[in-house]
Structures are given as C-alpha cells and as structure tokens.
C-alpha cells in the first residue's frame, strides 16, 4: 500500500492543521475551534525552562519542531515522510512554503504557512527516518516528544523500548495518541491488548513517572465541509533517576 504520509493531499492536510490560521482551519462559527492548535498544545507540556536538547519522533511537517525550538537550544525532527521532511526543511530555511487547501472536489484556494514568531530555525535538523530504527547516534533528550505517532507503527514497543535511553535523568517524555489501532498500520498482534493507557504504564514504568494524563481534541480539514475531529490522549512523563 502507498505510505499515506507521501500523498500531496496529506502534505495541505498537515500543513494547514500545523499552521493554518484559525479561519482556514475551521471556517465554521459552530465548528470544534477548540480543537486549533494541537501541535503547540502538546508541546505545552514540557516546563517552560530553558532546556539543552530536544526531540520531535513523527513530526509531520514541524510544527511542534518549532514550538520545542522556543525551550531548547538545539532540536531534532524526525519523520519517515520524505515530502513532509522536505516541507519542514524548506520552512526551516526560508521561513514559510506556500501550499493548496482544498476547498471541494477539484477547486483549490492557495496559503502560506510559516514559522511560529520566537521559534529558532537555526538550532532546528530535520531527518528522515524511522522511528521504530531511530539512529543510535542521537543521544540523550531533556525533552522528547511523539504525538499521534505510536499507533501509525507497525510495532510501538520497538520505539516504547528504546525511549529509556533518549531521554535524560530528569527529562521529560511528553506522548500523544488517539488510540487509533488499526490494521492498515499495526498488526493485531502489536496493538495493546488491554486499555492504552495501561499499556503504556506497563511498558514505560518504572523507567518513567506519570506526571500528567489528559484529552486534547485536534481537528484535520480535509475540505472545507468535511474534518476530522479527533481526541487524543496526552501523557507528560519524567525520566526517573
Ligand atoms: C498522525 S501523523 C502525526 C503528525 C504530528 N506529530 C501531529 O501530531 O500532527 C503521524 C506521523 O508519523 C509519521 N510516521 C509514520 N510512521 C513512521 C515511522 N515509522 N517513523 C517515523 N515517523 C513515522 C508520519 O509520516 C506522520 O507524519
């Protein structure tokens, strides 16, 4: 099956939901507008102070990347999509892309996304690559971030496993996912067999600490009459000592 990641239509999808303003994203008066805003929303749960090294698993297109960017002096986005590595490059570089959104069925208007105000380009690397095979050379994190990424992989425990080790004594693990197991993604017999939340308790304790556990909506546009409201399940996590 082609990755859904690489389609043109899933690059306007991600780059309007990461940087669309609040009236291209939900044209609607009636509509979820408090589901704008989720990839700053997720990063909000780091602290706020300053912080050395930060890492993005599954950045789509960045914007969380940026929003680190604002705490850590250096970040590392990674995503398996090479589109939307490339999207988030050309935006790190040249500071905005302009990009389609689809209004209904062939009729397109035009946007410009561009770097959140007080992000810091420069202290940004995008990379292509799989999150289930991180690169052993990364190091360690004081802040590590995955949202809405572990159940679009084929086997979650593999980068579950592997999070003792990228995150810091003392750092934090900030996870976000609507729980969303599907087969198109995740084999059965690698999604959890018990509640999600429990699931990741088991696999991350007692490495790490549940610091907070809340619901935060999120909203993709896919025409101007048709979204996809959806509410995943955030959970800020400590490295123990
Ligand atoms: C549902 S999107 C979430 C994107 C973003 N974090 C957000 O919250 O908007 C899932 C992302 O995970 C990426 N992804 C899927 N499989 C991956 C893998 N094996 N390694 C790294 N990224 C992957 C996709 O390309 C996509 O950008």
Not at 1 to 21: K, R, V
Not at 234 to 239: D, G, H, L, P, S
């Amino acid at each position: 099956m082609p990755n859904l990641y690489e389609t043109d239509q899933a690059l306007s999808e991600y780059l309007l939901m990461h940087y669309g303003t609040d009236a291209e994203l939900m044209p609607w008066a009636f509509g979820p507008a408090d589901a704008i805003g989720f990839p700053s929303r997720t990063v909000a749960y780091f602290p706020e102070k300053k912080a050395s090294r930060g890492l993005d698993i599954g950045c789509a297109v960045g914007r969380s990347t940026f929003e680190l960017s604002k705490v850590c002096d250096e970040v590392i986005g990674i995503d398996y999509s090479a589109s939307f590595i490339e999207a988030a490059e050309e935006m790190r570089q040249h500071g905005s892309i302009d990009y389609p959104i689809k209004e209904s069925g062939q009729v397109n208007s035009r946007a410009t996304a561009s770097i959140p105000e007080h992000s810091n380009p420069e202290g940004i690397q995008f990379l292509c690559a799989d999150a289930m095979d991180l690169p052993a050379n990364l190091g360690q994190f004081d802040c590590v971030h995955a949202a809405n990424l572990i159940c679009r992989l084929p086997d979650p425990a593999k980068l579950l496993k592997r999070l003792p080790d990228l995150v810091l004594p003392g750092g934090h693990l900030v996870l976000a996912t609507p729980c969303t197991w599907l087969e198109q993604f995740t084999p059965p017999e690698n999604q959890p067999s018990q509640d999600t939340f429990e699931w990741l308790s088991d696999l991350l304790c007692p490495s790490f600490k549940l610091i907070k556990k809340a619901d935060e909506p999120f909203l993709i546009r896919e025409t101007s009459r048709k979204f996809q409201w959806t509410v995943s399940l955030v959970t800020q996590w400590k490295r123990c000592v």
